[in-house]
């Protein structure tokens, strides 16, 4: 992510880093281990089939996600109406039970739930606030995989986030745009809404044409494998191919110019700019297969199938967003901006962190992309913006000293100034410490063994010190975990 103003929900090259087919879901399922908390552990055999948690137990978002299974794909098939801004919904979940499960939870806000059905069985179903409680016909076993068909409807919401920050289902002047962080996708599909659960996307929408009889555009992440002309509709199938978060996933429904191209290395690229921010955002075509490649060198292979961006006209929401694959950008960006939302495609959609309180991982590897950048275009080199950090003269600085990187104090501080500038700042310190030979080499092999995972700032620590040789405590107590400014002698 990355903030126009306080806060940010602030891309390749070679062909080997690339994924080519489409992986089922079922396959995908088979290769899982469970990522999720929550599930069981041990011989529960003897206990029965019992609920799945509700919850994950993540210390800043203890609503978000549920126990007892892992979900490998999502197929939403979506009607949406633009003029009365109403959703219909069908969603087909297929996951892996980790436990006998009498009953699993769904994360879902607002919308009515018509029916669902386990393995084919009409199941029942109950809602409490925002968890939607299934109970299938028979028990899952532990291991089994299953299917859950969930179909729904009614108006999505906008939700305002516990930072203030509006998310979900958003209404724009031509339409809607969908952004998910840290739970806004539970307002148009029901899922397992945590990081730590991770799956493939179809996601199929259908839009009825204008009273001009001019069609909606639908742009979403991964690639557009389909589209249709029904007559006074159209239909737009998008595939995501990697595994996805689901605060990543994303669908935008309105008017843009599209501009599609390739990358040196012959990466797909799609670009979607609405016409009012079309005059300021000439240059994001030319600037994402840039910032790609850029980027490629230094992180390592790109690690998706399609890279690209949407730049929608919604000047009133102040932030964008890192959606998988195509980040979204509520006005035209400039190169900074662009800089930080690409490079989270491999800090945050690629390697994305176990737990919310170690975004730091996500926010602060992105904003030193953007000072690294800087440092390689003609700007103040890396070493400088530290001391501008330091000092409080870079106009990002202010309050990076409230709390420690790795531990925001609550969901409402989990975007704020420290999570980005001093996680930055961590960044380079460690670069200081341990050379840029092997700085470089501790991202790219981040990056490499995480790739589509999860990861926590424990593995990151172990990593920097497997691949330095050196006990980095002391740099990480200080810049990471300890609250206070540090003292220091230039």
């Known amino acids: 992510m990355t903030p126009h103003a306080a806060n940010d929900r602030r891309l390749r090259p070679a062909a080997s880093g690339r994924l080519s087919g489409w992986v089922p879901a ?14 069981a552990s041990g011989d529960d055999s003897a206990a029965g089939p019992r609920p799945g948690a509700a919850g994950v137990g993540d210390r800043l978002f203890p609503a978000l996600g549920n126990g007892g299974y892992d979900v490998a794909h999502y197929g939403l098939t979506l009607d949406y109406v633009p003029e009365n801004n ?35 069985a009409k199941a029942q179903f109950s809602r409490e606030k925002d968890e939607l409680r299934v109970t299938p016909a028979k028990p899952v076993k532990d291991g089994d995989i299953f299917k859950t068909v969930v179909t729904y409807d009614g108006t999505p919401r906008t939700i305002e986030n516990d930072d203030g920050g509006l998310e979900g289902w958003i209404e724009t002047d031509d339409g809607a745009t969908a952004l998910g962080q840290p739970a ?11 990081p730590s659960d991770k799956a493939t996307y179809d996601i199929t929408v259908t839009v009825p044409k204008d009273e001009d009889g001019d069609p909606y555009d639908v742009v979403g992440n991964g690639e557009l494998t389909a589209q249709e002309d029904n007559g006074d509709s159209v239909t737009r199938h998008w595939r995501t191919e990697e595994p996805m978060a689901g605060y990543l996933a994303h669908i935008s429904v309105g008017y843009f110019e599209i501009d599609k191209g390739r990358t040196d290395d012959d990466l797909p690229v799609y670009v979607a700019i609405d016409p009012d921010e079309s005059e300021d955002a000439a240059d994001v075509k030319d600037l994402v297969p840039e910032i790609v490649g850029w980027a490629s060198r230094r992180f390592g292979p790109y690690p998706f199938s399609s890279t690209g961006a949407i730049v929608d006209h919604l000047p009133d929401l102040d932030y964008a967003l890192e959606t998988q694959t195509k980040p979204y950008f509520d006005e035209a960006p400039d190169e900074t901006l662009l800089v930080h939302e690409l490079a989270h495609q491999w800090f945050g959609n690629s390697v994305t962190p176990r737990q919310w309180k170690d975004m730091w991982l996500n926010e602060g590897l992105a904003t030193y992309a953007e000072w690294l950048w800087e440092e390689e275009h003609g700007g103040r080199d890396t070493d400088q913006i530290f001391e501008d950090f330091y000092d409080g003269t870079d106009s990002e600085s202010e309050g990076i000293w409230a709390f420690a990187p790795a531990d925001p104090p ?30 470089f080499d501790i991202l790219r092999t981040w990056t490499r063994q995480h790739r589509h995972g999860n990861a926590d700032t424990r593995q990151f620590i172990a990593l920097c010190e497997a691949r330095s040789g050196k006990n980095l405590t002391k740099l990480f107590d200080v810049w990471l975990f300890n609250k206070e400014k540090p003292s220091r002698t230039k």
């Open 26 to 39: 079922t396959a995908l399922l088979l290769a899982m281990t469970t990522s999720c908390t929550g599930s």
């Open 86 to 120: 109403r959703l219909k919904g069908t969603a087909v979940i297929t996951a892996r039970a980790t436990q006998d499960l009498s009953r699993f939870n769904l994360d879902l806000s607002g919308l009515r739930v018509r029916t669902a059905t386990v393995q084919g």
């Open 184 to 194: 806004g996708s539970m307002t148009w599909f029901p899922g397992n809404h945590h």
């Open 410 to 439: 609550s969901a409402a501080r989990v975007s704020d100034p420290p999570v980005y500038g001093r996680g930055a700042m961590v960044v380079h310190e460690l670069r200081k410490a341990v050379g840029d030979e092997t700085f």
